[in-house]
């Protein structure tokens, strides 16, 4: 298979940048694949598990002659690393992120224009609560969705090439505004997170030892970085007020049904909520 792309340029190589990376250099669609990062140890380590050819803690470096450049990092860097990245590299370019919010940085980046690279906002609904190089997986996107977020000014070929991009990958892709992005994942995302949280700071200290396979289960995700989840929140905060708001209207259901003994209304609730989750799958 000929290389898609000649030089892919990946900042932030953790669980998600490390994956993309692996993933790529696993099915040859980049003849050059350059990390960008903070510790030259552990991009050492990203280069040795087969994440990246190169790694480089200069952004000049990482990005000049880049015609695709994916951002992995948190999402309060998005917006200065994109306008950074379009100074540095071909208008014929490609730039995408890999944040779980996009409202804000599709907005902060601006209108497309001619004279730079092309942004197109991207978030692949893939990874875990572990973090870092050594958790990613060349397959971690396979049939999982990516969203891609351009908007009206978006050329129709850079959307194609990113698209055809993630397919590459495995993955599943489909667009829609930042806007209806933010609102989705703060029910499915962003709000189950809040939710774990509470539960486990509800949860007292002494009683952990007692912790079994459903407490393990239900928190799981609240082991995830915190100051990455707060940026997360800080970003999406409105919608995903209005979801715990939901979440606490269901509570308060259960809470009144149980005070009232009302067992009818608890097979109900219990029903409503395993009708939802059946409905997934496994």
């Known amino acids: 298979m000929s290389a898609s792309w000649e030089h892919i340029a990946i900042l932030g190589v953790g669980l998600i940048g490390g994956s993309i990376g692996q993933a790529v250099r696993h099915r040859s669609l980049a003849k050059r694949v350059v990390g960008l990062g903070r510790s030259p140890r552990q991009l050492e380590i990203a280069r040795s598990l087969g994440a990246i050819d190169e790694g480089t803690t200069d952004l000049s470096h990482a990005v000049t002659g880049a015609d695709l450049v994916i951002i992995a990092t948190p999402v309060n860097r998005i917006i200065e690393q994109v306008r950074a990245v379009q100074q540095m590299v071909e208008p014929g370019a490609l730039i995408t992120d890999a944040g779980s919010t996009k409202s804000d940085i599709v907005r902060g980046c601006g209108e497309d224009r001619t004279d730079r690279a092309t942004f197109i906002g991207g978030h692949p609904l893939a990874g875990g609560e572990r973090s870092g190089v050594d958790a990613a997986s060349p397959d971690l996107f396979e049939k999982r969705l990516v969203v891609l977020t351009p908007t009206p000014t978006t ?19 489909v667009e829609m505004s930042a806007e209806e992005h933010d609102r989705i994942l ?12 509470a539960l486990a700071a509800a949860t007292p200290a002494e009683l952990l030892d007692f912790a079994a ?8 995700v609240a082991a995830g970085d915190v100051g990455l989840w707060t940026e997360i929140l800080k970003q999406n905060s409105v919608p995903i007020a209005e979801g715990l708001d939901a979440v606490r209207t269901q509570l308060q259901d259960m809470i009144e049904a149980l005070r009232q003994c009302d067992w009818d209304r608890v097979t109900r609730l219990l029903q409503e909520g395993k009708q939802r989750r059946d409905a997934l799958g496994s």
């Open 155 to 173: 050329p129709a070929n850079a959307l194609a090439r990113l698209t055809s991009f993630w397919r590459e990958l495995g993955a599943n892709p």
């Open 186 to 197: 703060a029910q499915t995302s962003h709000v189950p997170h809040c939710v774990a949280s």
């Open 213 to 220: 396979t459903g407490w393990r289960d239900t928190t799981r």
